[in-house]
């Protein structure tokens, strides 16, 4: 079960949603518009062969393709670029610039230091950090 941000088209504001198996498709905003995680979970991204403006659906990853001229928006330039890490308050994922010094959490409003961050998260990968 993967936890991601999805933001409201009618507010902006930012929730939390799923891709687990009993995850809800429909989200309730506190505004009271109702967000679409199938659908508005697409994204803009310029694509880095053409230079156009692309909506494209986050949930295809790297085999994402520009409709315009048909190369991957995806490449591995942008991947080595991009460090994926947790919020330390809600858990969240997010992705953030890997040479970036400080992030703050869309949902949460945490001000995380992305360093560290990936630091922590480095160690506890290789299982050395334990919780006592």
Do not use: W
């Not at 199938?38 to 053409?50: Q, S």
């Not at 949460?108 to 990968?125: A, L, N, P, S």
């Amino acid at each position: 079960m993967a936890k991601f941000i999805i933001e409201c088209p009618h507010c902006g504001a930012y929730q939390t949603a799923s891709t687990s198996f009993f995850a809800r498709n429909i989200l309730e905003c506190k505004c009271g518009k109702l967000i679409n995680v199938n659908r508005d979970r697409y994204t803009i991204r310029t694509c880095p062969h053409c230079g156009n403006s692309v909506m494209y659906d986050q949930a295809k990853g790297d085999k994402a393709i520009c409709p315009i001229c048909k190369e991957r928006l995806v490449t591995e330039d942008s991947k080595s670029a991009i460090a994926h890490i947790h919020c330390p308050s809600c858990s969240c994922d997010l992705q953030v610039d890997k040479n970036a010094s400080k992030y703050e959490c869309p949902l949460c409003k945490t001000k995380i230091d992305v360093q560290e961050q990936i630091r922590k998260e480095e160690i506890t990968g290789k299982g050395l950090a334990s919780v006592i």
